[in-house]
């Protein structure tokens, strides 16, 4: 029996659970993480038995591949064309366009393998998770065609459109908890009182086996390949990805990327040892894991090649281009791997075979739209600048008439009189679109030529 077959044939979670020597007595003890708890604290806190710190588990090149054999009837296999943004970043580009799976991510390879390792009596009773939406959407989705209950506990700031969805594949979703950490302890708790086993969406062994199935497709559509960029948000699917590359192809390295709001593979590297590294609010939410994976880390380590931490603005540029160039929807986490190459944190693969996952396309439409803004601006297209005109008759006008002139669009334009030293004039704040950056410095020359008192604000930046 292989370690993969000895962590499926585990009869149940809280058996493990019983064992488990978190949950012996003393006044305080140290758990996983370093933290010291007093024994109240340790009896909220149930450990997930297939995820501990002091016996990470690494999954092979076998258990990749019996992942994808198991898998393949229900997963997409998803293209990965070359893409038309290789000239402009003067790279060949190839993108794997994970976010064609049904659930519109490639959380469904693991969460699927995950139910079909499942042991008659686990079938039976079901599993629970905590997710934010993407690894919820794929255990639903897939418990639902497999005939097995599934649980979410989702926590309050997860998106309406994401917990309607799990409901849509008739899962059990509850909705609790202020953010992932809570709602992860709701559902371990759960696990151990009713006996569901606890599926971790980026630390389980055959979650990380299952979203290795990617790297075997990205080996059989692409050859010679320099470079594969992974999105790293608890591991995961770099942990799979990785093995999988690294075994058919060891000269090609492996880049994993995380947003500068969560980069808690980078501060694991730093700590050489998973630790807590709070999280900010990013477009990237599918990348917001406080706390890698022990399992994805011990797997992902040996294997990895360089960790990218990319700027937030990069990330909406980067939206920008796969809708404007390839007509794709993508949310944060999806994109950031061209992020990094907006960015130039990539330059050394200049005129090289360089595959991105492009992993998720599950982005919320508000925030969709302002992303696309952001984008713009940092692509040097939308400008915001004021500008002291007459107030007399024309005044305004004869600036609109100007920005008209050249094809620029007026987005947005608000008057200032009350705090204007000079009684005579207005001061008018303008929000506007131009073609490209060499378009905004030709209404900027012109205003300067114009106007005595105009003032830019911040120089774009992907200038
Ligand atoms: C779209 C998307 N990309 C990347 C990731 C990161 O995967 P992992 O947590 O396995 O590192 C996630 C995680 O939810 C995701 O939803």
Redesign the pocket.
């Known amino acids: 029996m292989n370690r993969m077959d000895q962590v499926a044939g585990q009869s149940s979670a809280t058996a493990i659970l019983d064992d488990n020597p978190n949950f012996s007595t003393g006044d305080k003890k140290v758990v996983p993480g370093g933290e010291i708890k007093t024994t109240d604290e340790q009896q909220d806190d149930f450990t997930d038995p297939f995820c501990n710190a002091d016996n990470p588990q690494i999954i092979t090149f076998q258990d990749v591949t019996s992942a994808a054999f198991r898998i393949k009837n229900g997963i997409e296999y998803t293209p990965c064309p070359k893409s038309h943004l290789s000239e402009m970043v003067d790279m060949d580009i190839y993108l794997k366009k994970?976010?064609l799976q049904f659930t519109g991510?490639?959380?469904e390879r693991?969460a699927r393998y995950a139910l079909v390792m499942l042991p008659t009596e686990q079938r039976k009773k079901g599993v629970i998770s905590a997710?934010?939406?993407?690894?919820a959407q794929g255990l639903c989705y897939h418990g639902w065609k497999l005939g097995i209950p599934v649980t979410v506990v989702m926590p309050s700031k997860a998106s309406l459109m994401k917990i309607q969805k799990c409901r849509d594949y008739h899962a059990n979703v509850i909705v609790q908890g202020s953010d992932m950490g809570e709602a992860k302890k709701i559902a371990l708790k759960m696990a151990h009182e009713t006996g569901l086993t606890y599926i971790n969406?980026?630390d389980h062994p055959h979650?990380?086996a299952g979203?290795g199935t990617i790297g075997l497709e990205i080996v059989e559509q692409v050859s010679n390949i320099d470079a594969v960029v992974?999105?790293?948000?608890?591991?995961?699917?770099?942990?799979?990805v990785a093995t999988a590359i690294k075994n058919l192809s060891p000269q090609t390295k492996i880049i994993g990327v995380e947003s500068e709001k969560c980069p808690s593979?980078t501060k694991a590297l730093e700590n050489e040892a998973p630790v807590y590294t709070p999280n900010k609010e990013t477009l990237?939410?599918?990348?917001a894991?406080p706390q890698?994976?022990y399992n994805?880390f011990a797997t992902t380590v040996p294997l990895l090649d360089k960790m990218i931490v990319v700027k937030e603005e990069w990330i909406a540029l980067a939206i920008l281009r796969l809708v404007e160039q390839e007509k794709c929807v993508v949310?944060g986490?999806?994109a950031?791997g061209l992020a990094a190459i907006l960015a130039g944190h990539l330059d050394e693969f200049k005129a090289k075979r360089v595959v991105l996952?492009i992993?998720?396309?599950?982005i919320d439409t508000t925030i969709f739209g302002r992303c696309l803004e952001r984008g713009l601006a940092a692509d040097g297209r939308l400008q915001r600048f004021t500008v002291t005109v007459s107030d007399g008759p024309g005044g305004v006008s004869k600036l609109c008439n100007l920005l008209a002139k050249l094809g620029v669009s007026i987005k947005d334009i608000m008057h200032e009189r009350a705090f204007i030293r000079d009684i005579h004039s207005v001061e008018v704040k303008v929000v506007c679109e131009t073609r490209d950056w060499i378009h905004s410095q030709e209404m900027r020359n012109a205003l300067q030529e114009t106007y005595d008192n105009v003032c830019f604000y911040d120089l774009p930046m992907a200038i």
């Open positions: 994970e976010f991510s490639f959380k693991g997710s934010l939406g993407n690894h969406g980026y979650i990380m979203q992974v999105p790293v948000g608890g591991g995961g699917l770099i942990a799979g593979f990237a939410d599918g990348l894991v890698v994976g994805a949310e986490a999806g950031s996952l992993c998720g396309g599950n």
